[in-house]
């Protein structure tokens, strides 16, 4: 079950993988809407008082489409056999931690949480301490989804390029930063 949750490339090659990556961004983008999230980055996701039906399909739309350039110019660059449908497939199904995570936005809970904390300012002397522990908890849930998302990306990736050296493994880095700054440009334009 771990290999099939980390590493499903070893089991299953491109078609199923790209597939499977499709469904889980169209039923993710879906949730996104329902739940109010916004995938405004490679690798954030934020809540927000109301979604538009197209903005997270959008948004899904360009996250992925920065993060297979960036990859697929950097695997290419470490194996000129790497194939488009494998990174476009990974990419997706990466993408799968994020849209388990705009649960933890159940009628609103999050953005609620959120607001009433940007309205109390520098006045947290106002805020029952168990009032903090459920939006806590939920948000450290954030933790081993990112690392999840990261395993999964990873891992394809490898499978992908055949990575082996580190300083391949740099430029893993190194993409996933560029798509990351590349998107964050990109929405702060859309949304100004």
Do not use: C
């Amino acid at each position: 079950m771990k290999k099939l949750l980390f590493n499903p490339f070893e089991k299953y090659d491109g078609r199923p993988i790209l597939a499977l990556g499709l469904a889980a961004t169209l039923i993710g983008s879906f949730l996104g809407f329902i739940f109010n999230a916004r995938f405004d980055g490679v690798i954030d996701m934020h809540f927000t008082d109301k979604v538009a039906f197209a903005e997270p399909f959008s948004d899904n739309v360009f996250n992925i489409a920065f993060l297979f350039i960036a990859l697929y110019v950097v695997g290419r660059s470490i194996n000129n056999k790497t194939r488009p449908i494998d990174i476009l497939g990974t990419v997706m199904l990466a993408r799968l931690p994020f849209y388990f995570d705009t649960l933890t936005n159940i009628n609103g809970y999050m953005t609620a949480f959120g607001e009433k904390i940007m309205n109390l300012g520098s006045d947290i002397t106002n805020i029952n301490p168990m009032e903090i522990l459920l939006p806590t908890l939920l948000s450290l849930i954030t933790i081993p989804l990112l690392v999840w998302y990261i395993a999964i990306l990873y891992n394809g990736f490898k499978t992908a390029t055949n990575l082996k050296t580190t300083t391949q493994k740099v430029w893993f880095a190194v993409a996933l930063i560029v798509a990351e700054i590349l998107a964050k440009i990109l929405f702060y334009i859309i949304h100004q």
